[in-house]
Every structure is written in C-alpha cells, then in structure tokens.
C-alpha cells in the first residue's frame, strides 16, 4: 500500500516530506514483530501511526489495547498491566486479568511510557526479552505473545542519564524509532488541515462553510502550535461555531489563539536548548560590559594625561565616558566634578633636581571582576530600572522569566 492509500485509509492530511518519511517508516516496520519507540509533542499524532501498524501487521485481526501510562496511579500500574489474584492486596475481591493477558496475540500501545515507575519498566523489560510476566501477587509464571508499541513526547534518553529510565529497556524499546512531525515542522499542511476541520464541523453543525481571508492563512502558517494538530482543531471547531461573519479576517483568528503565544508571531521560536543559550548569553553581556567599561576607562586616563591632570576640561570635553562609566551614581548637585588629580609634590631633598619627586603612597582598590557580582549587578540594575517587574527585566537582560527567577533565589537577591 502506497503513502497516498495509507493517508485516505486513516485520514492523514497532509503533504510535507517529514510526514511521508514517517508514513513510509510504519509501513515497512508494520509488517515485523519489531518494537516501536514514537517520539514527537504532544498532540502530533503518535496514536493514529500506532493504529497504523497495528492495522497493516499480521496481528490486525487481534486486540489493539491503548494505555496512557501517565494516567495510571503508580500504585496501581502493575495490576492494571499485568494482573493480579484475589486478595494479593486491599480491595483485590477477586482475580482480574491485565492488560498483556488481554492482548495476547494482539498489540499493545504504551503512550506516555517515560512515565513508567522504575518497578515496572524492570517487568515491562521482561516481557519484551522472553514475553513472560507474573500477576501481582502470585508466583506463577504467565506467558504472553504480544507487540509493544512505545510512545513519548519527551526526551527519554535524558531520562536514563539521570536515572529515571532504564537504559536496557529504552534500547528495547527503541528498536525502530519513529519521530512524528510537529505542526511548526509541516507549515504546508496547517491551512489543509485547518480547511478539513473546518469542513467537518460545518457538516456537524450545520452552518455555513468558513473562509480564510490572506492575513488570516498567513497567522495560521506562522503561529507555533503548541499543541499541534489537537489545538489546529480545537480552534477550527472554537471558529466554526462562535463566528458570526463567515469572512474570517487575521484580526478575528488573533481573538482564538492565546495570548501567551503572541510573541511567536508571525515567526515560531525553537525552543531546544533555551536554558542553556540563555545562561551564556548573560555571561556573554557580563563580559562584554566589562571590556567595555575598560577601554572607556582607558579612553578617559589617557585625556586626563594629556591635560597634565585638569579634571575640569577633560569631563566637560568628555561627558559620554563619565556618563558610561558612573551611569548608576547619582552625585549631588553642583558636585558632578568634585574630584581632582594631585601632581607629585616636589622633594625639599631634591638638591636641585626637579626632576625627583616623593612617592605618595596610595591605596589601590581593584574591582571585582567576578562573573556572579557581575550578574548579581547586571541582575539588580535591570529589577531596580522596571521596579521591580521580572518580566520586564527579563527582557532587558535578553533571557526568560524562569531564568531570572532562579537566578534572583541562586543569588539571594
């Protein structure tokens, strides 16, 4: 069966090549035994393309069992997926059958299974290595032949580095791995599927069909879609039923996306590894400003040399290096130049030569030049200019909100 009959048969709309490479990957896996690991975000999709394999396998004609993992009190997984006797445990009145009993000759889809409690994941590893299992609460070993379909939409591999998955099972499980598009990947196909659910729901509602004016098509094509396919049609049936002027303009599109996703218009933001860019990028400008204010500093000792040490002239003929390098400290009024520069006071015991002189002895103050007093600076200048406002501020530093938060308890400020 060919992409385009795959695509008719469980109703995937869509053209982009990242699709069609997924669709060509369940149908050549479909027809093995092989586990599948399907990644991708929330709402992208990953059960139509467990169906899928299921219906294009040799086990279509068996029961296909979809488990949200996630949604399982962990208490209460293991008997859910396995089984358990009478009385293995408070309120077990009589022996159930699990999941895996269920599906035996048929599949399994586990979404969610970055979920899984470490106990279970050790029994789920069983199954998979010999299809043998035990019910909670007996001792008898029970067999199983069933396929396992995975899915998640987080990063399970960062999960086994920090010890919540197990490193055995995730190479189990991703045997052949399957990643799904989001919908900010695929911008060709949001406007067919927008035009599809619009159909649909003007069917079911019974109201007159939907047209999209050009500024509308193009927020459509540049929002983000968080919640990809699941919010494209949650929205579409919002539009169907509550607009009255069937012209939908940009403006009437803006009134049904969340105000929070504002800013990713008309350009998506790639949020992969944000923290991490954020963090260099305040140290980054922590060193910069600091070179800055340096070769300011230099610029300002060099015109105080070449006036033989007149403040006077060089802060009236030099006001942005002042204004640079003393921006934060408010003087008093008719003080702004109230420093001088002593020359070296000439020897009584110079004999003659002027060209000797005393060494004035002088305290020397360095500033600090580390990178948390520096943020711990930048930090607090940026609260004390929005008053206060982190979100504000947060912009100002060029970094998120979360980061500043932490940063201001990190920091203690």
Same mark, same amino acid.
């Given at each position: 069966?060919?992409?385009?009959?795959?695509?008719?048969?469980?109703?995937?709309?869509?053209?982009?090549?990242?699709?069609?490479?997924?669709?060509?990957? /369940?149908?050549?896996?479909?027809? *093995?035994?092989?586990?599948? $690991?399907?990644?991708? +975000? %929330? !709402?992208?999709?990953?059960? @139509?393309?467990?169906?899928?394999?299921?219906?294009?396998?040799?086990?279509?004609?068996?029961?296909?069992?979809?488990?949200?993992?996630?949604?399982?009190?962990?208490?209460?997984?293991?008997?859910?997926?396995?089984?358990?006797?009478?009385?293995?445990?408070?309120?077990?009145?009589?022996?159930?059958?699990?999941?895996?009993?269920?599906?035996?000759?048929?599949?399994?889809?586990?979404?969610?299974? /970055?979920?899984?409690?470490?106990? *279970?994941?050790?029994?789920? $590893?069983?199954?998979? +290595? %010999? !299809?043998?299992?035990?019910? @909670?609460?007996?001792?008898?070993?029970?067999?199983?032949?069933?396929?396992?379909?995975?899915?998640?939409?987080?990063?399970?591999?960062?999960?086994?580095?920090?010890?919540?998955?197990?490193?055995?099972?995730?190479?189990?499980?991703?045997?052949?791995?399957?990643?799904?598009?989001?919908?900010?990947?695929?911008?060709?196909?949001?406007?067919?599927?927008?035009?599809?659910?619009?159909?649909?729901?003007?069917?079911?509602?019974?109201?007159?069909?939907?047209?999209?004016?050009?500024?509308?098509?193009?927020?459509?094509?540049?929002?983000?879609?968080?919640?990809?396919?699941?919010?494209?049609?949650?929205?579409?049936?919002?539009?169907?039923?509550?607009?009255?002027?069937?012209?939908?303009?940009?403006?009437?599109?803006?009134?049904?996306?969340?105000?929070?996703?504002?800013?990713?218009?008309?350009?998506?933001?790639?949020?992969?590894?944000?923290?991490?860019?954020?963090?260099?990028?305040?140290?980054?400008?922590?060193?910069?400003?600091?070179?800055?204010?340096?070769?300011?500093?230099?610029?300002?000792?060099?015109?105080?040399?070449?006036?033989?040490?007149?403040?006077?002239?060089?802060?009236?003929?030099?006001?942005?290096?002042?204004?640079?390098?003393?921006?934060?400290?408010?003087?008093?009024?008719?003080?702004?130049?109230?420093?001088?520069?002593?020359?070296?006071?000439?020897?009584?015991?110079?004999?003659?030569?002027?060209?000797?002189?005393?060494?004035?002895?002088?305290?020397?103050?360095?500033?600090?030049?580390?990178?948390?007093?520096?943020?711990?600076?930048?930090?607090?200048?940026?609260?004390?200019?929005?008053?206060?406002?982190?979100?504000?501020?947060?912009?100002?530093?060029?970094?998120?909100?979360?980061?500043?938060?932490?940063?201001?308890?990190?920091?203690?400020?």
């Amino acid at each position: 069966m060919d992409t385009q009959n795959i695509k008719q048969r469980f109703g995937i709309i869509g053209n982009s090549p990242l699709l069609n490479r997924a669709i060509d990957i /369940a149908s050549q896996v479909a027809p *093995t035994d092989m586990s599948v $690991l399907i990644t991708g +975000e %929330s !709402g992208s999709g990953k059960e @139509v393309f467990s169906q899928i394999i299921h219906q294009m396998s040799a086990r279509k004609h068996g029961a296909f069992i979809a488990v949200n993992c996630g949604a399982i009190p962990e208490g209460t997984i293991d008997s859910e997926l396995f089984g358990h006797e009478k009385g293995s445990f408070t309120g077990a009145h009589e022996a159930r059958k699990g999941y895996f009993e269920v599906a035996n000759g048929g599949t399994i889809f586990l979404d969610e299974v /970055a979920e899984l409690p470490l106990g *279970t994941q050790a029994r789920l $590893l069983r199954i998979l +290595e %010999s !299809g043998e299992y035990l019910r @909670v609460g007996s001792s008898k070993v029970q067999k199983t032949d069933v396929r396992i379909i995975a899915a998640t939409n987080v990063d399970v591999y960062n999960r086994v580095k920090n010890g919540k998955f197990r490193e055995d099972l995730y190479y189990r499980l991703n045997t052949v791995p399957l990643r799904i598009p989001a919908l900010q990947e695929r911008k060709e196909d949001i406007f067919l599927l927008f035009r599809k659910f619009a159909a649909d729901f003007s069917d079911k509602y019974r109201s007159p069909a939907l047209h999209l004016e050009p500024d509308a098509v193009n927020i459509l094509t540049n929002y983000s879609w968080p919640g990809n396919v699941r919010q494209l049609k949650n929205i579409a049936e919002q539009i169907c039923v509550l607009e009255k002027d069937r012209n939908v303009s940009g403006q009437a599109i803006l009134n049904y996306i969340p105000n929070e996703a504002g800013s990713n218009l008309p350009m998506a933001i790639n949020a992969q590894s944000k923290e991490d860019f954020t963090e260099r990028d305040i140290l980054y400008k922590v060193l910069f400003d600091m070179k800055k204010d340096m070769v300011e500093l230099k610029k300002l000792v060099a015109e105080i040399i070449q006036h033989g040490g007149n403040t006077a002239t060089v802060l009236a003929d030099n006001p942005q290096y002042i204004n640079q390098l003393y921006r934060d400290v408010e003087l008093p009024s008719g003080h702004e130049h109230a420093f001088t520069i002593q020359q070296p006071a000439p020897s009584s015991n110079n004999n003659g030569n002027n060209g000797d002189y005393f060494a004035h002895e002088a305290e020397e103050v360095e500033e600090s030049l580390s990178l948390v007093d520096k943020e711990s600076d930048l930090i607090k200048k940026a609260l004390k200019k929005h008053k206060g406002k982190r979100k504000f501020a947060a912009q100002e530093l060029g970094i998120s909100e979360r980061t500043l938060y932490r940063k201001i308890k990190e920091l203690n400020l």
